[in-house]
């Protein structure tokens, strides 16, 4: 079961995301908070699976709440709640934001109701994601902001050769069952390399593999 913590300033937002999670096996909504300040604290006493965050709230705004719930869990010794941000505004620099501050996922909040309910349960199985329209356009923003450089050289000779294949098709975009598929590998031996390179690298989740593969000049950029 993965239990959902809500944090919006708006009531029947709430409402809405909490009758479309509610109504799916498998997610149960174990509280609600409506700005970022109560929201690190439901998220300490609650200690949800999965947070549903807005960016922009009274008292403390969305990316600072993910930052503080996220640096609780570690002061605790206890897991991290997946941070989901849900936000009407796709402009750049929330999405940097929210990923610097330890989010899991960046979804726009007029996604169809199925859209939702995969991005909770993708992020709760520990994955990463960001909206489609936005993602490729995120990173190459992100990578262009300085050069690739050799600074990974030496953690990126940790892997071997196939997880080194593994992570530039990781830096693609290619999910696992892509990657299986283009490699020729059952998607669980898949699954096992990418653990193993998150784990070298001390990646937090996908979404760090996509930047640091294009940060180390292992993707191409646009031109």
């Known amino acids: 079961m993965t239990t959902v913590l809500i944090v919006d300033d708006q009531a029947m937002v709430r409402a809405g995301f909490a009758a479309i999670l509610g109504s ?33 709230m009274p008292n403390l705004n969305g990316i600072d709440a993910t930052a503080q719930i996220l640096a609780a869990a570690e002061r605790d ?15 750049d620099e929330y999405v940097h934001d929210a990923l610097n501050a330890g989010a899991s996922g960046f979804l726009l909040k007029d996604a169809l109701p ?31 902001t300085r050069p690739a450089t050799n600074r990974h050289a030496l953690r990126l000779n940790d892997l071997t050769e196939r997880e080194h294949e593994i992570l530039v ?33 001390d990646l937090r989740d996908r979404v760090n ?7 180390a000049g292992l993707v191409e950029r646009s031109s």
């Open 24 to 56: 799916h096996d498998g997610i149960t909504i174990v509280g609600e908070a409506g700005d970022g300040a109560e929201g690190v604290a439901r998220a300490r006493e609650l200690r949800p699976d999965v947070v549903l965050m807005d960016v922009r």
């Open 209 to 215: 593999a996509v930047i640091l593969a294009y940060d």
């Open 169 to 201: 098709l990781i830096g693609r975009g290619l999910s696992n069952r892509e990657i299986a598929e283009s490699l020729f590998l059952a998607e669980q031996t898949v699954k096992s390399h990418v653990s193993r390179i998150f784990t070298k690298l």
């Open 114 to 144: 199925e859209e939702l309910v995969n991005a909770v349960r993708v992020v709760a199985a520990g994955d990463a994601l960001l909206a489609p329209r936005i993602t490729k356009r995120l990173l190459e923003k992100f990578a262009s």
């Open 77 to 91: 010794n206890r897991p991290a709640p997946a941070v989901l941000i849900l936000t009407t505004f796709d402009a």
